[in-house]
């Protein structure tokens, strides 16, 4: 079996950036990925990439896959690992689809969405209850659904979501939104939007398609008739194959200053580590870094 000197999991901001140095590094390497783009091609606008003063969340996902492109990297696309694992200098990385080695890696496999745990939530998944309002918001044109969550990305879900569909009910289980000002600002001023804080959801239900959830709040439980549900209560990392990497109480691998893990040889970059921020510059920054500690890490082996 070949052995790598770098395999990277993931094809995110973290992935993609560290694809492209270890390219221009010459190292032999793949990646290997469910998707490209990551949490960026379920972003709505972006205003805060430096160099771009506005971009949608697909467009620069376009533009990293077209970077990524360029160097002809190989890419094992639509493949999810299952487990990694280190034995002497070879991490073994097994897939859905075939098993890989190499002499070291980086797991930059980000977040997925977290899941409501309620009745209705997996019998109406893709029947009009979805994580993404980037993928399936234009699908809810001039018809009621409600976003489910109350920060950044429940907020980024709404202020795509108002101006497709006719009315959006904002369920929030804490006392007020929380963040970005500027993105509360413009949700609270728009005309088709109902914010219910202090709500919880309790089931969906529906049909063929969802029609209504039922919901908690203070004056105690309603239904809301609306035909989508939009879940964005916040992310969890995709370690499930990782289990012999150090990760903290949140489930994020913990690293060092040079994205080091608790294993030597086996690095992690972006949303699915313990860096302070969750942010798409700063992925990519972290996908920079650990491909170059990776380069200095395998400069100084003796294989």
């Known amino acids: 079996m070949q052995i790598y000197d770098l395999i990277i999991i993931g094809a995110g901001p973290a992935g993609i950036t560290a694809s492209v140095y270890a390219a221009r590094k010459k190292l032999n390497f793949l990646v290997i990925s469910l998707d490209i783009g990551g949490q960026t091609a379920w972003s709505g606008d972006i205003e805060n990439y ?57 797991i930059a ?38 976003v489910i969550g109350g920060g950044n990305s429940a907020l980024d879900a709404v202020l795509q979501l108002m101006k497709i569909a006719k009315q959006v009910y904002v369920i929030n289980n804490t006392d007020s939104l929380g963040g970005d000002a500027i993105m509360r600002q413009k ?31 203070s004056a105690g439980l309603k239904e809301l008739a609306v035909q989508g549900v939009f879940v964005e209560i916040g992310l969890i990392p995709n370690v499930a194959f990782a289990g012999e990497v150090e990760k903290n109480e949140r489930k994020e691998i913990k690293i060092d200053s040079r994205n080091q893990t608790n294993i030597p040889g086996i690095f992690a970059a972006g949303d699915v580590t313990d860096v302070q921020e969750k942010q ?16 200095r890490y395998l400069a100084r082996k003796k294989f």
């Open 50 to 106: 430096t160099g771009y003063q506005f971009i949608t969340g697909p467009e620069l996902a376009s533009k990293f896959e077209e970077h990524l492109r360029k160097y002809g990297i190989v890419l094992k696309e639509n493949e999810e690992v299952l487990k990694l694992n280190k034995s002497g200098e070879v991490i073994s990385i097994k897939t859905n689809k075939a098993e890989y080695q190499a002499r070291s890696a980086i």
């Open 109 to 146: 496999s980000g977040k997925k969405s977290k899941e409501l745990g309620v009745p209705g939530e997996k019998e109406f998944k893709n029947h009009g209850l979805t994580y993404c309002a980037t993928c399936d918001g234009p699908l809810f044109a001039g018809k009621s659904v409600c």
């Open 280 to 295: 798409i510059i700063i992925a990519a920054g972290e996908g920079s870094k650990a491909a170059l500690s990776v380069f």
């Open 187 to 217: 949700v609270e001023a728009s005309g088709n939007v109902t914010i219910l804080n202090n709500s919880r959801v309790l089931s969906v239900f529906g049909d063929k398609f969802v029609s209504a959830i039922k919901i908690k709040d």
